[in-house]
Protein backbone atom coordinates (compact mmCIF):
# COMPACT_ATOMS: atom_id res chain seq x y z
CA UNK A 1 0.00 0.00 0.00
CA UNK A 2 1.16 3.46 0.25
CA UNK A 3 1.34 6.01 2.42
CA UNK A 4 2.33 9.45 3.53
CA UNK A 5 5.28 10.64 6.69
CA UNK A 6 8.08 12.88 7.76
CA UNK A 7 11.23 11.94 6.75
CA UNK A 8 14.21 14.35 8.77
CA UNK A 9 16.87 15.50 5.82
CA UNK A 10 19.37 17.25 7.92
CA UNK A 11 17.50 20.01 10.24
CA UNK A 12 14.76 20.27 7.82
CA UNK A 13 11.23 18.33 8.00
CA UNK A 14 10.09 17.51 4.62
CA UNK A 15 6.50 16.20 3.85
CA UNK A 16 7.52 13.08 1.30
CA UNK A 17 4.94 10.74 -0.40
CA UNK A 18 6.71 7.38 -0.12
CA UNK A 19 6.25 3.40 -1.21
CA UNK A 20 5.44 1.32 1.38
CA UNK A 21 4.28 -1.94 0.14
CA UNK A 22 3.09 -4.68 2.00
CA UNK A 23 5.60 -7.88 2.10
CA UNK A 24 5.17 -11.86 1.86
CA UNK A 25 5.32 -11.99 5.91
CA UNK A 26 1.70 -9.87 6.07
CA UNK A 27 1.30 -11.64 9.59
CA UNK A 28 4.45 -9.58 10.78
CA UNK A 29 2.65 -6.50 10.08
CA UNK A 30 5.94 -5.24 8.32
CA UNK A 31 5.94 -3.45 5.67
CA UNK A 32 8.26 -3.67 2.08
CA UNK A 33 10.18 -0.78 1.27
CA UNK A 34 10.45 -0.03 -2.44
CA UNK A 35 12.65 -1.66 -5.31
CA UNK A 36 14.70 1.22 -6.68
CA UNK A 37 15.80 0.28 -10.63
CA UNK A 38 18.35 3.40 -11.58
CA UNK A 39 19.03 3.10 -15.35
CA UNK A 40 22.03 5.03 -16.99
CA UNK A 41 22.88 5.67 -20.78
CA UNK A 42 26.05 6.52 -21.73
CA UNK A 43 26.62 9.56 -23.85
CA UNK A 44 22.45 9.74 -24.93
CA UNK A 45 21.73 13.03 -27.09
CA UNK A 46 19.49 15.55 -25.46
CA UNK A 47 17.48 15.72 -28.33
CA UNK A 48 17.57 11.54 -28.51
CA UNK A 49 14.17 10.95 -27.14
CA UNK A 50 11.39 10.55 -29.25
CA UNK A 51 8.80 11.83 -26.81
CA UNK A 52 10.70 14.97 -26.68
CA UNK A 53 9.70 15.39 -30.49
CA UNK A 54 13.44 17.32 -31.03
CA UNK A 55 14.43 14.94 -33.69
CA UNK A 56 12.27 13.08 -36.28
CA UNK A 57 14.49 10.71 -36.63
CA UNK A 58 15.05 8.92 -33.40
CA UNK A 59 12.28 6.15 -32.26
CA UNK A 60 12.50 5.51 -28.23
CA UNK A 61 9.27 3.57 -27.71
CA UNK A 62 10.17 1.99 -24.61
CA UNK A 63 11.64 5.10 -22.72
CA UNK A 64 8.71 7.13 -24.57
CA UNK A 65 6.90 4.55 -22.23
CA UNK A 66 8.39 5.32 -19.64
CA UNK A 67 8.29 9.31 -19.73
CA UNK A 68 4.58 9.26 -20.61
CA UNK A 69 3.90 7.11 -17.14
CA UNK A 70 6.46 9.41 -15.28
CA UNK A 71 7.87 13.02 -14.85
CA UNK A 72 10.25 13.51 -17.78
CA UNK A 73 13.13 16.62 -16.97
CA UNK A 74 13.98 18.99 -19.42
CA UNK A 75 16.69 20.88 -17.50
CA UNK A 76 18.41 17.73 -15.70
CA UNK A 77 22.34 18.40 -15.28
CA UNK A 78 25.25 15.53 -14.90
CA UNK A 79 28.09 16.90 -12.49
CA UNK A 80 30.68 16.76 -15.32
CA UNK A 81 30.62 16.84 -19.02
CA UNK A 82 32.33 13.32 -18.55
CA UNK A 83 31.67 10.17 -17.51
CA UNK A 84 33.82 9.43 -14.75
CA UNK A 85 33.77 12.51 -12.68
CA UNK A 86 29.73 12.61 -13.61
CA UNK A 87 29.48 8.99 -12.09
CA UNK A 88 31.00 10.00 -8.76
CA UNK A 89 28.79 12.74 -8.47
CA UNK A 90 25.42 10.33 -9.74
CA UNK A 91 26.64 7.67 -6.69
CA UNK A 92 28.11 10.22 -3.90
CA UNK A 93 25.07 12.40 -4.10
CA UNK A 94 27.88 15.71 -4.33
CA UNK A 95 30.23 17.69 -5.90
CA UNK A 96 33.39 15.71 -7.17
CA UNK A 97 35.47 18.56 -7.10
CA UNK A 98 36.66 17.61 -3.21
CA UNK A 99 37.57 14.48 -4.16
CA UNK A 100 39.72 15.62 -7.14
CA UNK A 101 36.90 14.84 -9.82
CA UNK A 102 37.98 16.96 -12.15
CA UNK A 103 38.94 15.20 -15.55
CA UNK A 104 39.46 11.93 -16.81
CA UNK A 105 42.78 11.12 -14.30
CA UNK A 106 41.17 11.67 -11.41
CA UNK A 107 41.13 8.89 -8.18
CA UNK A 108 37.32 8.45 -8.50
CA UNK A 109 35.93 6.89 -4.81
CA UNK A 110 39.67 6.35 -3.65
CA UNK A 111 39.53 9.75 -1.79
CA UNK A 112 35.53 9.26 -0.88
CA UNK A 113 34.93 8.26 2.95
CA UNK A 114 30.87 9.38 3.10
CA UNK A 115 28.40 6.61 2.40
CA UNK A 116 27.62 5.87 -1.22
CA UNK A 117 24.37 5.60 -2.34
CA UNK A 118 24.78 1.57 -2.57
CA UNK A 119 26.52 1.64 0.58
CA UNK A 120 23.09 3.43 2.25
CA UNK A 121 20.95 1.30 0.75
CA UNK A 122 22.42 -1.42 1.56
CA UNK A 123 22.86 -0.44 5.67
CA UNK A 124 18.88 -0.79 5.66
CA UNK A 125 18.52 -3.51 3.98
CA UNK A 126 18.12 -3.59 0.23
CA UNK A 127 19.96 -6.31 -1.59
CA UNK A 128 22.24 -4.25 -3.73
CA UNK A 129 23.72 -5.22 -7.66
CA UNK A 130 25.55 -3.09 -10.21
CA UNK A 131 25.23 -4.83 -13.82
CA UNK A 132 26.92 -2.96 -16.65
CA UNK A 133 29.66 -0.14 -16.94
CA UNK A 134 31.57 1.09 -13.59
CA UNK A 135 34.36 4.16 -14.71
CA UNK A 136 35.29 6.31 -11.45
CA UNK A 137 38.88 6.52 -11.51
CA UNK A 138 42.23 5.50 -13.29
CA UNK A 139 42.17 2.18 -10.41
CA UNK A 140 39.57 -0.38 -11.82
CA UNK A 141 40.88 -3.17 -9.52
CA UNK A 142 38.79 -5.29 -7.12
CA UNK A 143 40.84 -4.05 -4.37
CA UNK A 144 39.91 -0.44 -5.19
CA UNK A 145 36.68 1.75 -3.57
CA UNK A 146 36.31 2.30 -7.30
CA UNK A 147 35.27 -1.22 -8.06
CA UNK A 148 31.64 -2.05 -7.13
CA UNK A 149 31.68 -4.47 -4.74
CA UNK A 150 33.84 -2.07 -2.47
CA UNK A 151 31.44 0.63 -2.52
CA UNK A 152 27.76 -1.05 -2.08
CA UNK A 153 26.89 -3.75 -4.15
CA UNK A 154 26.51 -6.91 -3.33
CA UNK A 155 26.66 -8.32 -6.74
CA UNK A 156 28.44 -6.85 -9.93
CA UNK A 157 28.44 -8.15 -13.32
CA UNK A 158 30.00 -5.79 -16.30
CA UNK A 159 33.47 -4.04 -17.20
CA UNK A 160 35.70 -1.18 -16.09
CA UNK A 161 36.73 1.77 -17.76
CA UNK A 162 35.49 4.01 -20.07
CA UNK A 163 34.98 1.60 -23.66
CA UNK A 164 33.95 -1.88 -24.02
CA UNK A 165 33.42 -3.71 -27.41
CA UNK A 166 30.54 -4.39 -28.05
CA UNK A 167 30.73 -7.48 -29.83
CA UNK A 168 33.97 -9.31 -28.45
CA UNK A 169 35.03 -10.10 -24.93
CA UNK A 170 37.69 -12.81 -24.50
CA UNK A 171 40.96 -13.16 -23.08
CA UNK A 172 42.14 -13.90 -26.23
CA UNK A 173 41.03 -11.67 -28.61
CA UNK A 174 42.07 -8.85 -26.08
CA UNK A 175 45.48 -10.89 -25.81
CA UNK A 176 46.37 -11.52 -29.70
CA UNK A 177 45.08 -7.42 -30.23
CA UNK A 178 47.90 -6.45 -27.55
CA UNK A 179 50.45 -8.67 -29.34
CA UNK A 180 49.86 -6.73 -32.50
CA UNK A 181 49.78 -3.09 -30.89
CA UNK A 182 52.84 -3.68 -29.50
CA UNK A 183 54.26 -4.96 -32.71
CA UNK A 184 53.35 -1.62 -34.52
CA UNK A 185 54.42 0.36 -31.39
CA UNK A 186 50.73 1.39 -30.61
CA UNK A 187 50.07 -0.17 -27.38
CA UNK A 188 48.77 2.95 -25.33
CA UNK A 189 45.01 2.13 -27.62
CA UNK A 190 42.88 -0.15 -27.08
CA UNK A 191 39.37 -1.74 -28.74
CA UNK A 192 38.61 -2.90 -25.28
CA UNK A 193 37.88 -6.55 -25.82
CA UNK A 194 38.80 -7.90 -23.02
CA UNK A 195 36.58 -10.56 -20.67
CA UNK A 196 33.47 -9.07 -18.17
CA UNK A 197 33.48 -8.84 -15.05
CA UNK A 198 31.78 -11.49 -12.30
CA UNK A 199 31.46 -10.14 -8.84
CA UNK A 200 35.46 -10.09 -8.62
CA UNK A 201 36.11 -12.50 -11.29
CA UNK A 202 36.89 -11.86 -15.36
CA UNK A 203 34.73 -14.68 -17.62
CA UNK A 204 34.95 -14.61 -21.45
CA UNK A 205 31.08 -14.33 -22.54
CA UNK A 206 29.65 -14.32 -26.10
CA UNK A 207 27.17 -11.83 -27.27
CA UNK A 208 26.09 -8.49 -28.31
CA UNK A 209 27.18 -5.96 -25.01
CA UNK A 210 23.71 -4.11 -24.38
CA UNK A 211 21.73 -7.57 -24.54
CA UNK A 212 24.06 -9.19 -22.37
CA UNK A 213 24.09 -6.48 -19.68
CA UNK A 214 20.02 -6.76 -20.09
CA UNK A 215 20.26 -10.47 -19.23
CA UNK A 216 22.28 -10.16 -16.17
CA UNK A 217 19.96 -6.92 -14.96
CA UNK A 218 16.85 -9.72 -15.77
CA UNK A 219 18.48 -12.55 -13.45
CA UNK A 220 19.20 -10.34 -10.96
CA UNK A 221 15.58 -9.21 -10.90
CA UNK A 222 14.08 -12.51 -10.69
CA UNK A 223 16.55 -13.70 -7.96
CA UNK A 224 15.47 -10.95 -5.17
CA UNK A 225 11.95 -10.22 -6.27
CA UNK A 226 10.95 -11.13 -2.58
CA UNK A 227 13.14 -8.85 -1.02
CA UNK A 228 13.65 -4.77 -1.86
CA UNK A 229 16.82 -4.59 -4.14
CA UNK A 230 18.41 -1.80 -5.42
CA UNK A 231 19.57 -2.43 -9.35
CA UNK A 232 21.93 -0.04 -11.23
CA UNK A 233 22.12 -0.95 -14.64
CA UNK A 234 24.60 1.01 -16.31
CA UNK A 235 24.81 -0.09 -20.29
CA UNK A 236 27.52 1.17 -22.10
CA UNK A 237 25.35 2.14 -24.97
CA UNK A 238 25.26 4.69 -26.82
CA UNK A 239 29.07 5.51 -26.15
CA UNK A 240 31.79 4.93 -29.05
CA UNK A 241 32.45 2.55 -30.59
CA UNK A 242 28.44 2.96 -32.16
CA UNK A 243 29.94 0.87 -35.29
CA UNK A 244 29.84 -2.24 -33.40
CA UNK A 245 26.81 -3.72 -34.54
CA UNK A 246 25.01 -7.18 -35.07
CA UNK A 247 25.53 -8.07 -38.49
CA UNK A 248 22.47 -8.79 -38.60
CA UNK A 249 20.94 -5.33 -37.85
CA UNK A 250 23.31 -3.77 -40.37
CA UNK A 251 21.85 -6.36 -43.18
CA UNK A 252 18.75 -4.96 -42.06
CA UNK A 253 19.02 -1.45 -42.63
CA UNK A 254 21.63 -2.01 -45.68
CA UNK A 255 24.58 -0.58 -43.64
CA UNK A 256 28.07 -1.61 -45.07
CA UNK A 257 29.51 -0.68 -41.47
CA UNK A 258 32.99 0.78 -40.09
CA UNK A 259 35.87 -1.55 -39.67
CA UNK A 260 37.50 -2.19 -36.03
CA UNK A 261 41.15 -0.83 -35.55
CA UNK A 262 43.53 -3.43 -36.73
CA UNK A 263 47.21 -1.67 -35.60
CA UNK A 264 49.33 -2.89 -38.93
CA UNK A 265 47.30 -1.13 -41.13
CA UNK A 266 46.75 2.54 -39.71
CA UNK A 267 47.47 4.45 -36.98
CA UNK A 268 44.82 4.01 -33.83
CA UNK A 269 44.11 8.15 -34.29
CA UNK A 270 43.54 7.75 -38.08
CA UNK A 271 41.04 5.08 -37.80
CA UNK A 272 39.40 7.04 -34.41
CA UNK A 273 39.00 10.09 -36.46
CA UNK A 274 37.62 8.15 -39.87
CA UNK A 275 34.46 6.85 -37.68
CA UNK A 276 33.54 10.44 -36.03
CA UNK A 277 31.76 13.47 -37.54
CA UNK A 278 32.12 14.62 -40.47
CA UNK A 279 34.12 11.63 -41.65
CA UNK A 280 31.44 8.73 -41.26
CA UNK A 281 29.08 9.13 -43.94
CA UNK A 282 27.14 6.00 -41.61
CA UNK A 283 27.66 7.70 -37.94
CA UNK A 284 24.30 8.37 -37.16
CA UNK A 285 22.77 5.46 -38.68
CA UNK A 286 25.39 3.57 -35.64
CA UNK A 287 24.51 5.83 -33.26
CA UNK A 288 20.85 4.81 -34.01
CA UNK A 289 21.27 1.56 -33.62
CA UNK A 290 23.04 1.56 -30.55
CA UNK A 291 20.10 3.70 -29.30
CA UNK A 292 17.91 1.25 -30.90
CA UNK A 293 19.28 -1.33 -28.67
CA UNK A 294 19.40 0.16 -25.51
CA UNK A 295 15.73 1.05 -25.56
CA UNK A 296 14.85 -2.51 -26.22
CA UNK A 297 16.77 -4.02 -23.55
CA UNK A 298 15.20 -1.21 -21.09
CA UNK A 299 11.51 -2.20 -22.02
CA UNK A 300 12.48 -5.66 -21.41
CA UNK A 301 13.71 -4.68 -18.18
CA UNK A 302 10.49 -2.94 -17.94
CA UNK A 303 8.92 -6.16 -18.62
CA UNK A 304 10.29 -8.09 -16.42
CA UNK A 305 9.43 -5.93 -13.57
CA UNK A 306 5.68 -6.80 -14.69
CA UNK A 307 6.53 -10.49 -15.02
CA UNK A 308 7.75 -10.84 -11.63
CA UNK A 309 4.55 -8.88 -10.00
CA UNK A 310 7.36 -5.64 -8.99
CA UNK A 311 5.70 -3.36 -11.50
CA UNK A 312 3.38 -1.40 -8.92
CA UNK A 313 7.06 -1.89 -6.39
CA UNK A 314 9.78 -0.64 -7.86
CA UNK A 315 10.63 3.16 -8.27
CA UNK A 316 12.53 3.52 -12.16
CA UNK A 317 14.95 5.86 -13.09
CA UNK A 318 16.42 6.53 -16.25
CA UNK A 319 19.12 9.47 -16.83
CA UNK A 320 22.11 9.79 -19.23
CA UNK A 321 25.68 10.11 -17.52
CA UNK A 322 26.45 12.92 -19.52
CA UNK A 323 25.72 15.37 -22.13
CA UNK A 324 25.50 13.51 -25.79
CA UNK A 325 28.78 12.86 -27.60
CA UNK A 326 28.25 14.95 -31.25
CA UNK A 327 31.44 13.12 -32.65
CA UNK A 328 29.77 10.15 -32.45
CA UNK A 329 26.41 11.75 -33.80
CA UNK A 330 24.51 11.99 -31.14
CA UNK A 331 22.51 15.20 -31.44
CA UNK A 332 21.54 18.02 -28.52
CA UNK A 333 18.94 19.70 -30.34
CA UNK A 334 19.11 23.60 -29.89
CA UNK A 335 21.84 23.12 -27.02
CA UNK A 336 25.20 24.24 -27.99
CA UNK A 337 28.20 22.14 -27.51
CA UNK A 338 29.07 18.49 -27.04
CA UNK A 339 30.12 15.84 -24.42
CA UNK A 340 33.89 16.98 -22.97
CA UNK A 341 32.66 20.63 -22.40
CA UNK A 342 30.66 22.81 -20.21
CA UNK A 343 27.99 24.15 -23.48
CA UNK A 344 24.12 23.04 -22.39
CA UNK A 345 25.17 20.05 -24.64
CA UNK A 346 27.82 18.34 -22.89
CA UNK A 347 26.27 18.69 -19.39
CA UNK A 348 22.03 18.44 -19.77
CA UNK A 349 21.10 15.36 -19.96
CA UNK A 350 17.63 13.26 -20.34
CA UNK A 351 16.27 12.22 -16.91
CA UNK A 352 12.43 10.40 -16.41
CA UNK A 353 11.23 9.82 -12.94
CA UNK A 354 8.41 7.23 -12.61
CA UNK A 355 6.92 5.76 -9.34
CA UNK A 356 3.67 4.22 -9.25
CA UNK A 357 0.75 5.56 -7.64
CA UNK A 358 3.07 8.44 -5.69
CA UNK A 359 4.43 10.39 -8.45
CA UNK A 360 2.49 12.35 -10.97
CA UNK A 361 1.91 10.78 -14.75
CA UNK A 362 2.71 12.04 -17.99
CA UNK A 363 4.41 15.07 -16.73
CA UNK A 364 7.13 17.58 -18.55
CA UNK A 365 9.31 19.43 -15.32
CA UNK A 366 10.90 22.33 -16.50
CA UNK A 367 12.75 22.97 -12.94
CA UNK A 368 16.47 22.49 -12.95
CA UNK A 369 17.60 19.83 -11.34
CA UNK A 370 20.67 17.59 -10.76
CA UNK A 371 22.30 13.96 -10.52
CA UNK A 372 23.05 14.70 -7.69
CA UNK A 373 19.48 14.87 -6.60
CA UNK A 374 18.72 11.38 -7.01
CA UNK A 375 20.37 9.96 -3.78
CA UNK A 376 18.24 12.17 -1.32
CA UNK A 377 14.86 11.78 -3.40
CA UNK A 378 15.64 8.10 -3.24
CA UNK A 379 16.46 8.09 0.13
CA UNK A 380 13.20 9.84 0.45
CA UNK A 381 10.81 7.23 -1.19
CA UNK A 382 12.33 4.69 1.25
CA UNK A 383 12.15 6.22 4.10
CA UNK A 384 14.99 6.70 5.06
CA UNK A 385 17.38 9.76 6.84
CA UNK A 386 19.15 12.15 4.01
CA UNK A 387 23.00 12.46 5.22
CA UNK A 388 23.57 16.40 5.91
CA UNK A 389 26.66 16.16 4.02
CA UNK A 390 25.32 15.88 0.43
CA UNK A 391 24.84 18.43 -2.01
CA UNK A 392 21.69 17.14 -3.76
CA UNK A 393 18.42 18.07 -2.94
CA UNK A 394 14.90 15.80 -2.21
CA UNK A 395 12.98 16.60 -5.21
CA UNK A 396 9.81 14.46 -3.79
CA UNK A 397 7.90 17.35 -4.16
CA UNK A 398 8.79 18.30 -7.97
CA UNK A 399 7.54 14.68 -8.49
CA UNK A 400 4.39 14.36 -6.62
CA UNK A 401 0.96 15.71 -6.54
CA UNK A 402 1.70 17.33 -3.42
CA UNK A 403 4.11 20.32 -3.84
CA UNK A 404 5.18 22.14 -0.86
CA UNK A 405 5.92 26.11 -1.41
CA UNK A 406 8.61 26.10 0.72
CA UNK A 407 10.34 22.77 -1.21
CA UNK A 408 9.74 24.61 -4.70
CA UNK A 409 11.16 27.58 -3.45
CA UNK A 410 13.80 26.32 -2.23
CA UNK A 411 14.49 24.14 -5.60
CA UNK A 412 14.29 27.16 -8.00
CA UNK A 413 16.61 29.04 -6.26
CA UNK A 414 19.53 26.89 -5.84
CA UNK A 415 22.35 27.36 -7.84
CA UNK A 416 24.92 24.78 -9.40
CA UNK A 417 28.46 24.53 -10.15
CA UNK A 418 30.57 22.48 -12.99
CA UNK A 419 35.01 22.87 -13.06
CA UNK A 420 36.49 20.37 -14.99
CA UNK A 421 39.88 21.95 -14.52
CA UNK A 422 39.91 23.95 -17.81
CA UNK A 423 36.41 25.07 -17.63
CA UNK A 424 33.93 26.41 -15.36
CA UNK A 425 30.70 27.56 -15.25
CA UNK A 426 27.82 28.63 -13.02
CA UNK A 427 24.25 28.05 -13.94
CA UNK A 428 21.98 30.49 -11.16
CA UNK A 429 18.09 31.21 -12.06
CA UNK A 430 18.57 31.73 -15.57
CA UNK A 431 21.79 32.99 -15.83
CA UNK A 432 24.58 30.71 -16.84
CA UNK A 433 28.29 32.12 -16.51
CA UNK A 434 31.23 30.52 -17.75
CA UNK A 435 34.54 30.57 -18.40
CA UNK A 436 37.07 28.39 -20.88
CA UNK A 437 40.76 28.48 -20.28
CA UNK A 438 42.53 25.54 -22.25
CA UNK A 439 40.72 24.24 -25.66
CA UNK A 440 43.37 21.29 -25.26
CA UNK A 441 41.03 18.28 -24.83
CA UNK A 442 38.37 19.92 -26.85
CA UNK A 443 39.78 19.75 -29.80
CA UNK A 444 42.06 16.09 -29.36
CA UNK A 445 37.53 14.64 -28.74
CA UNK A 446 37.12 16.54 -32.31
CA UNK A 447 34.49 19.81 -29.85
CA UNK A 448 34.56 23.00 -30.47
CA UNK A 449 35.60 25.58 -27.37
CA UNK A 450 35.53 29.13 -27.34
CA UNK A 451 38.29 30.38 -25.06
CA UNK A 452 37.04 33.15 -22.58
CA UNK A 453 34.60 34.64 -20.38
CA UNK A 454 31.11 34.66 -21.27
CA UNK A 455 27.38 35.37 -19.97
CA UNK A 456 23.97 33.50 -21.56
CA UNK A 457 20.73 33.93 -20.49
CA UNK A 458 18.96 30.65 -21.07
CA UNK A 459 15.66 31.89 -20.72
CA UNK A 460 16.11 34.03 -24.30
CA UNK A 461 18.66 31.76 -25.32
CA UNK A 462 18.96 27.83 -24.64
CA UNK A 463 21.75 27.15 -27.34
CA UNK A 464 24.35 30.04 -25.62
CA UNK A 465 24.73 31.73 -28.92
CA UNK A 466 24.51 35.50 -27.35
CA UNK A 467 27.33 36.19 -25.05
CA UNK A 468 26.01 39.50 -22.96
CA UNK A 469 28.71 39.79 -20.36
CA UNK A 470 29.67 43.11 -21.45
CA UNK A 471 25.71 44.13 -21.34
CA UNK A 472 25.72 42.77 -17.44
CA UNK A 473 28.85 42.98 -15.71
CA UNK A 474 27.43 43.23 -12.63
CA UNK A 475 25.86 39.31 -12.74
CA UNK A 476 29.09 38.42 -14.18
CA UNK A 477 31.20 40.06 -10.96
CA UNK A 478 28.33 38.04 -8.68
CA UNK A 479 28.31 34.70 -10.27
CA UNK A 480 32.38 34.83 -10.51
CA UNK A 481 32.46 36.00 -6.31
CA UNK A 482 29.79 33.31 -6.14
CA UNK A 483 32.16 30.58 -7.89
CA UNK A 484 35.27 31.54 -5.93
CA UNK A 485 33.46 30.72 -2.15
CA UNK A 486 32.03 27.20 -3.77
CA UNK A 487 35.15 27.07 -4.54
CA UNK A 488 36.96 27.60 -0.98
CA UNK A 489 34.75 24.64 0.18
CA UNK A 490 34.11 22.42 -2.04
CA UNK A 491 37.90 22.29 -4.42
CA UNK A 492 40.87 20.08 -4.07
CA UNK A 493 43.90 21.73 -6.71
CA UNK A 494 42.95 20.26 -10.09
CA UNK A 495 45.56 18.92 -12.13
CA UNK A 496 45.84 21.81 -15.30
CA UNK A 497 48.45 22.66 -17.43
CA UNK A 498 50.50 26.19 -17.25
CA UNK A 499 48.18 27.99 -19.54
CA UNK A 500 44.69 27.04 -17.85
CA UNK A 501 46.83 27.75 -14.21
CA UNK A 502 47.50 31.53 -15.68
CA UNK A 503 44.57 31.96 -17.64
CA UNK A 504 42.68 30.84 -13.88
CA UNK A 505 44.91 33.44 -12.54
CA UNK A 506 43.29 36.24 -14.48
CA UNK A 507 40.32 35.90 -13.83
CA UNK A 508 41.37 35.35 -9.46
CA UNK A 509 40.30 31.78 -10.03
Not at 367 to 390: C, E, F, N, R
Amino acid sequence: MFSKYLVVTGTVITLATTLLLSTACADTGDQRKPNILLIVGDDHGFGDLGVAKINSDVVTPNLDKLANKGTRFTQAYATAPICNASRVGLITGGYTQRFGGYWYESDGLEQVTQSTLAETLKAQGYKTGYVGKFHYGGNHQPESRNFPLNHGFDSFYGFSGGRKHYLIHSKTAEKQHRKARKANNTIGESLKMGPAWLNDKKVDQQGFATELIGEHAHKFIADNRDKPFFLQVSFNAVHNFTHQLPKSYLAEKGLKGYHDWDPAKEAFRDWYVGGRYPNNPEGRQHYLGQLHFLDVEIGKLLNELNKQGLADDTLVIYIGDNGGSTPIYANNGELRGSKYTLYEGGIRVPLIVYGPQIYQQGKVMNQVVSAMDLYPTILAAAGIAIPSHLDGKNISALLTKDVQATDSQSLSERTLFWDTGHEIAVRSGKWKYKAAFDDYYANKQMVNLELGEFLYDLEKDPGESQDVSNKFPEVVKQLRAQYQQWAKTNQANPKVSNKTRNNRAKLGL
